[in-house]
């Protein structure tokens, strides 16, 4: 990939070289169902019998199918269970663990029917408990619930494994929780459930901890159905959509986008295991072939992980895909690498997809999930003003040590509510657009600020899960009130409040493009330095290391002392020189292929140099380690604060 040759021919044309398809971005339809709960009753009795999920294995055979009615009667049989045998109240936590499969749309319906508090949860792997049950524990413990519901295939693994007895190494139990094996129900009483109101609480979305520790966002019945239906508006889906997706079902883009979105929609969506696109990536874009799918959504490390595996299969083995059908993929839920979206392009443009479909979009939990989409422009700024001053110009030429490659994210559809500004967040006040009587000059066309993205619209979620009585969570609280009551210089007298998300980006030409984690920014000799342009440095000047698996962070010159043995400080010494006296010393951990361990070190000098050459900035220490050994959240993402705490 030369991101200099595409940029200089983008820089012509302002976008990545196509137009957004006629309609993006248009006012929901008239008729799009309230919500979940609304859809699902017009569905089940408007199209009861066509199958609105289906779960396919690892060959993509299929596994489970559900029609609307049959998918309408199970979460009905599932609520009523909980409300009326289990006597779980209104109000109450219930943790959904399940492995990937229907199962677990069924319970999560059934718990929004019931108003009980859908908590969806990673499974702990009944073989290593000891790296997943930390995490299950803490969100058991942070929001309360006292009820686990599940299905007979997990049930039976976690009796084999003798789970209920485990301890933990640090001597930490197994949470005590009511088990509810929900796949084997029998037919539960008549009663009445009453419709939750739209301010009550639909479920708690742990966010994925890959800056902090996992903290619940409260999503209202009110936030999903403002979300999904401006989800609806902006990728056009309606019930001819036929959406493919292989996203965790407890992770927000999956649960929301591929599961909510289509049943909302009234299309048809066919499923697999996040697990079986790890082992078969090209099973994904198989998929989207069998199914002549519309609508898909994933990270970005996917679109090159699918691109890299399919370039791997002999030719001759690569069966005949058409994907002429596809007219939307989300790309998000990370930083958006486009080199990525290229080699995704390349390897199956010959089989009919098009450029355009491929769309970068930016969103977050505590936005429920969509913030905004239709990224069109690949922008070339100055690396100097955007690390030195926190500006982003649009650079001369493009492609050289002094350039790096920004990606919009889009804006939010037309005729919506939501409102995203940049905000300078030591002051609060808006630089984009400019706050006016705030002592802020309007920014030059050919310089856009960057700052803190803002947002403000009723998807805005209710908060963090702060605990209840005594279990009250003083200090998450405080952050809860700052992270969504927001108020920028200015505006007090309007009431409005802002959600601040912690994502740093900048507005050019009425799109979005975002830089980085605020709380991941590296600032050394004052120059701000964002961690995955570092990172796609190192990974490019060295093959050997494993894509998307380099972490690069900043640690405290002192702990990083403590942290290196004193012949590696002593070269750390003599490498740095008086760099070497900075506050703020700077690390990078990745992973190296086996078949390359033997040249570790030179491997390591490439990384050094390059990052060095690129980005003037020396690496204190580069750690290889072993393939599958970088720490990533549940939801696939590279966990940068996990990776430093255990560096030190």
Known sequence: FNPGALTNRVRASGMFGWTSPPGRGSAPPADVPDGPLDALARWSAEQPARPVYTFVGDRGEQLAQLSYAQLDAASDNVARHLRFVAKVEVGARALLVYPPGLDFIVAYLGCLRAGVIAVPAFPPEPTRLSKDLVHFAATQASSGARVALTNTLYSHAKKLAGLSQLLRRDGGKWPELTWIVTDTLGDAPAGTLERPPPSAVAFLQYTSGSTAEPKGVRITHANLTHNIRWIVAALQVDRATVEVSWLPQYHDMGLIG???????????????????????????????????????????????????????????????????????????????????????????????????????????????????????????????????????????????????????????????????????????????????????????????????????????ADGYWTGEGRALNAALAQLSAETFGGVIAGEEASGRTYLRTGDLGFMHQGELFVCGRQKDLIIVRGRNHYPQDLERTAERAAPELRPGCAAIFAVPADEAASATSAEARAAAQRALGAEASAQELVVCVAEIRAEAAARAEEVAGRVAQAVASAHVLTLHAIVLIKQGTVFKTKSGKLSRSRTRADFL
């Open 258 to 460: 591929a599961y909510l979105g289509l049943l909302v929609c009234g299309g048809e969506g066919t499923y697999c295991s996040p697990f079986s696109f790890v082992k078969d990536a090209p099973l994904w874009p198989r998929l989207l072939s069998d199914k002549r799918a519309t609508h898909t959504q994933a990270p970005s490390f996917a679109y090159a992980l699918a691109a890299r595996k399919w370039n791997a299969l002999d030719p001759k083995a690569r069966p005949a895909l058409k994907l002429h059908s596809l007219r939307h993929a989300i790309n998000g839920a990370e930083p958006i690498d486009p080199a990525a979206i290229s080699a995704f392009v390349r390897a199956f443009g010959p089989y009919g997809l098009r450029r355009e479909a491929i769309v970068p979009t930016y969103g977050l939990a505590e936005h429920t999930v969509f913030v905004c989409t239709g990224g069109k422009q690949l922008l070339a700024v100055e690396r100097g003003a955007l690390e030195r001053e926190r500006r982003a110009v649009p650079a001369a030429a493009s492609g050289g040590a002094n350039t790096t490659v920004a990606v919009g994210c889009g804006a939010p559809p037309a005729g919506s509510d939501i409102v995203i500004k940049i905000v300078d967040p030591d002051r609060a006040v808006s630089l984009y657009p400019p706050s006016t009587g705030v002592g802020v000059s309007r920014a030059s066309e050919h310089a856009a600020p960057v700052g803190e993205i803002w947002v403000s619209s009723p998807s805005v």
